[in-house]
Nanobody, 118 residues
Framework: QVQLVESGGGLVQAGGSLRLSCAASGRTFSSYTMGWFRQAPGKEREVVATITSGGDNTYYRNSVKGRFTISRDNAANTVYLQMNSLKPEDTAVYYC???????????WGQGTQVTVSS
């Protein structure tokens, strides 16, 4: 497992931008698929975006396509989520998570709050 620490959340007006960062400890970060998830009050946690270990493949949920970009810097052991054109429905606690290939996500950060005001 790796230890993950998210940062970059906050309060922003609709249409604004935020960049989330997730710093990982450990020497094997580059072996992990990384994902960003979110959970709004009263709702189940949902996947937002994922990126493979080498950064060559990404996935986005439909509601964030064209607005969010996931990226990673394996030299810095960090994964990012650039969020543009934010909407009130993006309000949630955002978590990053790590998974080895063909394995479930089993390392999670503590979460960072994102609040988008209308």
């Amino acid at each position: 497992q790796v230890q993950l620490v998210e940062s970059g959340g906050g309060l922003v007006q609709a249409g604004g931008s935020l960049r989330l960062s997730c710093a990982a400890s450990g020497r094997t970060f580059s072996s992990y698929t990384m994902g960003w998830f979110r959970q709004a009050p009263g709702k189940e946690r949902e996947v937002v975006a994922t990126i493979t270990s080498g950064g060559d493949n990404t996935y986005y949920r439909n509601s964030v396509k064209g607005r969010f970009t996931i990226s990673r810097d394996n030299a810095a052991n960090t994964v990012y989520l650039q969020m543009n054109s934010l909407k009130p429905e993006d309000t949630a606690v955002y978590y990053c998570a790590a998974a080895l290939p063909s394995s479930p996500y089993d390392s999670w950060g503590q979460g960072t709050q994102v609040t988008v005001s209308s």
